[in-house]
């Protein structure tokens, strides 16, 4: 065994960009287990989430972040900017993911917040597999070293597993020699509860991102075992009436199916079988609500 890998290692990585680059799929991947919730729709991801990995001598503690973006307007955005800017503070490297050669004022954003910390930088261009032209990747990887100092430039792709190894070795490199902070079988800080109501929220944003954008929160009421059955009753709130009857679909349709995808991935999470209740209440204003969002758990 060689010196270096004989050390014990441990330290946080913070992922951030802008949303809906794939910040939270590399940390789902880099675990090879789902704990931060995935779509299409940017803001996904409402608070800071971390992702555990130990092997052997190694912890890496991963910290997702909601995404900053430039819309301030709304409290529920000005806390997920304040827990993407806390993140990169205090952090023993950053991981910078942006998507293939795009890139826009968002990203410009946050590559000038990254100019004040002191951290290392990966930059990560993630979402290759997407990429059909891969001679334009080489001229692009040096246009985007002019624009930050990084450390090293990976493209990979998060969904794929293209070069998630690489930048993996990368990580570890890097981590300061430290004691772990976390139990080997601990994959995440977020309680089980935190966990049921991502879930419902990930089915619902990916199946009606479109039509409910952002005004919807969900509260879990009950968590509790019953001999070999976790009983677990969520409540959505939505903000109109309008919305509500979206959710709830023709005939309770809509809200079925997304009853029915929740149950399985938390079958698989807490490796248990699940009885799953879901209501809908109409609660308006909460998005905006400073006091409202702190009841919800995004408090700071
Ligand atoms: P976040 O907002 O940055 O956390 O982004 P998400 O992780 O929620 O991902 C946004 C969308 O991009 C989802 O639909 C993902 O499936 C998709 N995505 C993420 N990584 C990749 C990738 O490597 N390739 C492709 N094709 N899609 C990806
Ligand atoms: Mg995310």
Not at 8 to 25: F, W
Not at 39 to 59: A, F, M, W, Y
Not at 152 to 172: G, H, M, Q
């Amino acid at each position: 065994m060689t010196e270096k890998s004989a050390l014990i290692r441990c330290g946080y990585v913070a992922i951030v960009g802008r949303p809906n680059v794939g910040k939270s799929t590399l940390l789902n991947h880099m675990l090879g287990q789902k704990i931060s919730i995935t779509s299409r729709k940017p803001q996904t991801t409402r608070n800071n989430v971390l992702g555990i990995k130990t092997e052997g001598d190694t912890q890496i503690i991963f910290v997702d972040t909601p995404g900053l973006h430039l819309g301030q307007e709304k409290a529920i955005n000005r806390y997920m900017n304040r827990s993407a800017s806390t993140a990169m503070k205090d952090v023993d490297l950053i991981i910078f993911v942006v998507d293939r050669l795009i890139w826009t004022e968002e990203d410009e954003a946050v590559a000038r917040q990254l100019d004040h910390v002191n951290s290392p930088i990966i930059l990560a261009v993630n979402k290759v597999d997407q990429i059909d032209d891969k001679e334009t990747l080489l001229p692009h990887l040096q246009q985007l070293s002019e624009k930050l100092s990084a450390l090293e430039i990976i493209p990979l792709s998060a969904l794929r597993n293209i070069n998630l190894d690489r930048l993996e070795k990368i990580i570890v490199d890097q981590l300061p020699e430290a004691v772990h902070l976390f139990p080997e079988d601990q994959i995440t800080d977020k309680s089980s509860r935190f966990m049921a109501a991502e879930i419902v929220r990930e089915k619902i944003t990916r199946q009606l991102g479109d039509e409910l954008p952002y005004e919807m929160a969900v509260e879990i009421e009950e968590f509790k075992y019953e001999g070999q059955l976790l009983n677990i009753s969520a409540l959505i709130l939505v903000e109109k009436s309008g919305q509500k009857k979206i959710l709830i679909g023709d005939k309770g349709e809509r809200i079925k199916l997304i009853g029915t995808q929740a149950r399985i991935d938390m079958e698989k999470l807490f490796e248990s079988k699940i009885m799953l209740k879901l209501w809908v209440k109409i609660k308006s204003g909460w998005s905006d609500d400073e006091r409202a969002l702190r009841s919800l758990g995004y408090g700071d």
